[in-house]
């Protein structure tokens, strides 16, 4: 995104802390540290792909994102409109839609196909809910005479994952959220879908942020690509830069984890040992320091800062090596590959 | 994107309804028990109708006749009325005694299940909490308690039966619900900006109905002996008002007399209770929409 | 390295009920002693159905099975009892996708460990508890000594993925059977249990069948490759001549699907359509409605298996021509 675009979405310093509930009392034990001052924008038209192992709070991000769960702390502005000043939820919800991993679980087993797309539209008043559901259903490739009054068992994965990216524009949404939307369909069908978020993306003027843990994906969708790591943003940049140099440590540990595809050249070292933390309680400073190959004392102590990886950059990281005055002893040197 | 998946076998486009209906009308099990049901309610209603005996009318004569005596075809008690007559008529109180209470507690016990489930938080925990007092009594012991309370009639049963009724139907309402609750389903229900009440007038009202349906059914059956119960104990319906769980009652002594006589109530209570156990198992997988 | 451990010939599995499901369709494999085979299919393919067959594991009642299973010489299909019991577990036995559902969780895992070789191996509680140490050594769990006393929910799923691979191995098999195992995991602890089984498939030299729907996994862990579709296997070969000359038009379509470098916002070329249901056993090429290079005689029967090289078949008449674009 360059300087001079106006985001159409902008995220500011977003929290939300689960309490753990123990005991005969049920007193709170802990604090799962979801989303922890997670901060973006997204320019109109853009699709930015979220990345990151599970723990990391993406999914967290989405639902926050469309208010299905409240947030602690933290601003989301639509249109240059806040959400809780200038904004309620019902409108922001007008404008950002989702979809969700599990295409049966997300559509109501005793309705029909056709109601489940034209509920939404229904809501909010739009007019001819049904008209709109028929078009649209015919839209993502599910024929409305055919599929209108099926129901969600007597269809494939692939195509209930159609139907609920249909309901999810049936509302003339700004920002579609697609949490893991393609994860769990079978390659073959992966690809079909794809070409379809394409298609509707340039075809409705849509912005994606697109949630996924496939970083082949992510980089095939995405313009931008947002790399979370135990709640927190570890890096962000367009997605030719980050697929050619990663800055964050994490980052590149979770791009050589990649299976290589290459069966001469086959994986020979794991990037990195022992699973992610808890976000029960992440550790201090930088939260990766526990499990990074390059940490120095400064990583224990200091949480790093996210900022522009050079005066202007669009490429940004929060992590010491790449800020010259941290104290890293290898800070600001060229950090080898 | 002009290809789209092949296509699974075409079905027939009908409501939901109407497609439980025709999975439950291929179930014969079920049929035979909904038509023995609708007899034993269809008698009960038109009994007046029928041209049967009084069932008040006793006959110092006649007491205790056998089944097949002449001009008594279910013989007599032991005051001399005719037993088809009294069975018939009993119908009316025991059925009626036998569903209000469920049919009540559905209703509120869902209710309350629903909200429960669905607000989750400090509500459901004051609702729940205060269903769990009334579960530590045994429901035998409940109905007594509240019965006697409020003194015999009819009315009164109805009312501690309703009573008795509520908690185990809120508190299967209230698992049904917090699981459809925790669905995508409704996350994307939500996300379309739809209040709490559409949210569950369309998506979990629909979901939960059906378990807590067939619960319900199941636990008409027990309703009835719980009544007969109560008249058994003289704080339910009392005599000469023919009910089978009075009529099982006076009868007992009868039993070395004329065993089959005594038996012609409890085999009642028996066949209908049977018959909606059958019918709510029936329905059970009638209602499931995955084959 | 040239003996054969296992031999599959013309295996059919039917699933009897409402619908009738022609799983596996006249399936043959051959896996030889040490081998590392990636069963390599889509949900629904019969990847996951000839595991169980192989560990007899689907219900008799429901399910007529057909054709020959041979385990080291022994027709597994006609065991039953001690026999079965001693074939599973010991000579044979399973890793599963999802670990906290396999391990049972009011065991430590010790304990577990422990059970299954005293059950197999009749040797003493004390030796067994060794045994299991050892294996968790070997699995490379920090601290053994203290996680043998662990339950299965205190461990992370990578640690319990590295447990149930000591559970599986802890006996010794000849044959080790793996569903999916990295399939729920993160990225970066799926490729360090990838090298692990393959450091321990070295070390102990057993056989392996690696079931997975992810190509680069098995790219990563298998030296042979068996593509599966409809319940046939329609390509095999070593992982690099199926890699990089495959020769089945749905092989090659999930090569392309799998997006390793396709350029940013070019179109995908997507196989069109979804598998077959299978309720009937198919009698044609059950890929030629999806296939963009279908002729005639693709729908008319089912096509002749090809054998471009040795261990190296094709099921396709128009086996490694290009698709175009």
């Known amino acids: ?337 | 994107m002009a290809q789209t998946e092949t296509a699974i076998a075409a079905t027939a486009h009908r409501g939901y309804w109407s497609a439980v209906l025709s999975r439950l009308r291929r179930d014969k099990v079920a049929m035979t028990c909904l038509v023995i049901l609708g007899l034993l309610v269809g008698s009960a209603v038109f009994a007046p109708w029928l041209g049967l005996a009084d069932p008040y009318q006793g006959s110092m004569i006649a007491r205790l006749k056998p089944p097949g005596a002449p001009g008594y075809p279910l013989g007599t008690d032991e005051q001399g009325r005719d037993m088809l007559a009294r069975l018939i008529y009993g119908g009316r109180l025991t059925l009626f005694i036998g569903l209000m209470p469920v049919v009540m507690a559905f209703f509120i016990g869902g209710a309350l299940g629903v909200v429960a489930g669905y607000v989750g938080g400090i509500t459901n925990t004051i609702i729940m909490r205060v269903v769990d007092v009334f579960f530590a009594f045994p429901s035998v012991l409940l109905a007594i308690a509240i019965s006697g309370a409020l003194g015999a009639g009819i009315v009164n049963s109805l009312v501690s039966l309703t009573i008795v009724f509520i908690p185990p139907v809120t508190r299967v309402a209230e698992a049904v619900t917090s699981g459809v609750r925790q669905l995508d389903y409704i996350d994307a229900a939500r996300a379309s900006g739809a209040s709490a009440l559409t949210v569950i007038r369309v998506h979990v009202i629909g979901n939960v109905l059906s378990p807590v349906f067939v619960y319900a059914t199941s636990l008409t059956s027990v309703c009835m002996i719980l009544a007969a119960g109560l008249s058994f104990l003289g704080i339910g319906v009392r005599p000469p008002e023919p009910e089978w769980g009075l009529m099982l009652n006076t009868l007992r002594s009868a039993i070395y007399v004329n065993p089959w006589l005594a038996a012609l109530p409890g085999v009642m209570i028996f066949a209908t209770s049977l018959c909606l156990n059958l019918l709510s198992d029936g329905l059970r997988s009638a209602m499931n929409v995955r084959d | 390295m040239t003996n054969t451990l296992l031999q599959i010939e013309n295996l059919d599995v039917r699933f009897k009920g409402a619908r009738n499901v022609h799983a596996i369709n006249d399936l043959s494999l051959e896996l030889k002693q040490g081998e590392t085979l990636a069963l390599l299919g889509e949900s629904g393919s019969g990847k996951s159905v000839t595991l169980k067959t192989l560990l007899r594991l689907l219900p008799e009642k429901r399910t007529d099975l057909g054709g020959r299973i041979r385990f080291d010489g022994t027709d597994i299909m006609t065991l039953s009892g001690r026999a079965l019991r001693s074939y599973r577990g010991g000579d044979v036995s399973m890793v599963f996708q999802d670990p906290g559902l396999a391990l049972d969780p009011v065991y430590t895992i010790g304990q577990q460990i422990a059970e299954t070789v005293m059950r197999h191996k009749g040797i003493s509680r004390a030796d067994a508890m060794e045994v299991a140490l050892d294996m968790l050594h070997r699995v490379r769990i920090p601290s053994a000594e203290r996680r043998m006393k662990n339950y299965p929910h205190e461990l992370s799923g990578g640690m319990r993925q590295r447990v149930m691979i000591a559970l599986a191995l802890a006996c010794r098999p000849r044959l080790l059977l793996a569903d999916e195992p990295t399939t729920a995991l993160d990225a970066t602890v799926q490729i360090q249990i990838l090298l692990l089984m393959r450091e321990l498939q070295r070390e102990f030299g057993m056989g392996v069948i690696f079931v997975t729907h992810d190509i680069g996994v098995a790219v990563e862990i298998s030296e042979r490759i068996a593509v599966m579709y409809a319940g046939q296997i329609i390509e095999e070969g070593t992982t690099h001549e199926v890699i990089r000359n495959p020769q089945h038009p749905y092989t090659q379509g999930l090569l392309a699907a799998n997006l390793h470098d396709v350029a940013r916002g070019t179109r995908l070329d997507a196989i069109p359509g979804s598998p077959p249901a299978l309720e009937t056993r198919p009698d044609a090429c059950p890929f030629a409605p999806r296939c963009p290079l279908v002729m005639d005689a693709c729908r008319q029967a089912l096509p002749p298996t090809q054998r471009p090289g040795p261990r190296r078949r094709v099921a396709c008449l128009r086996a490694g021509e290009p698709i175009p674009a």
């Open chain 1, 1 to 337: 995104m360059s300087a001079t675009d106006k985001p159409l979405l902008s995220v500011r310093d977003l929290k939300k802390h689960f309490p753990i509930k123990g005991g005969i009392l049920g007193r709170t034990q802990g604090m799962v540290q979801a989303v922890d001052g997670v901060s973006f924008d997204v320019a109109p038209g853009e699709t930015l792909g979220i990345v990151g192992e599970s723990g990391c709070g993406k999914s967290t991000t989405a639902k926050l994102l469309i208010g299905l769960t409240d947030r602690d702390e933290g601003d989301i502005v639509l249109n240059d409109r806040t959400l809780g000043r200038d904004m309620t939820l019902r409108a922001l919800r007008r404008d950002i839609q989702m979809v969700f991993q599990d295409s049966y679980a997300s559509l109501n087993p005793r309705m029909t196909i056709l109601d489940s797309v034209a509920f939404g539209a229904r809501v909010q008043g739009l007019d001819d809910p049904l008209g709109r559901a028929r078009r649209l259903m015919d839209r993502v490739g599910l024929a409305a005479d055919r599929f209108a009054h099926r129901y969600p068992h007597e269809l494939s994965g692939g195509q209930r994952q159609r139907v609920n990216i249909a309901r999810a524009l049936a509302m003339s949404p700004k920002v579609v959220v697609l949490d893991e939307a393609v994860s769990a369909l079978d390659k073959s069908v992966e690809a079909q879908v794809l070409n379809l978020l394409a298609d509707l993306r340039a075809e409705f003027g849509l912005t994606y942020i697109f949630i996924s843990h496939d970083l082949n994906v992510v980089r095939y969708i995405s313009d931008r690509i947002l790399v979370m790591y135990l709640g927190e943003v570890v890096e962000i940049a367009p997605v030719d830069q980050i697929w050619a140099d990663q800055a964050h440590p994490y980052t590149r540990s979770l791009f050589s984890a990649m299976p290589s595809m290459d069966p001469d050249n086959r994986t020979e070292k794991p990037p990195l040992a022992g699973d992610p933390p808890n976000p029960i309680d992440p550790p201090s400073g930088c939260r990766f320091h526990t499990r990074c190959p390059l940490a120095g004392p400064v990583c224990k102590t200091r949480h790093p800062v996210l900022g522009p990886r050079a005066q202007g950059s669009t490429h940004w990281v929060a992590c010491h090596l790449h800020d010259a005055h941290s104290g890293h002893p290898e800070a600001g040197k060229v950090v080898p590959a």
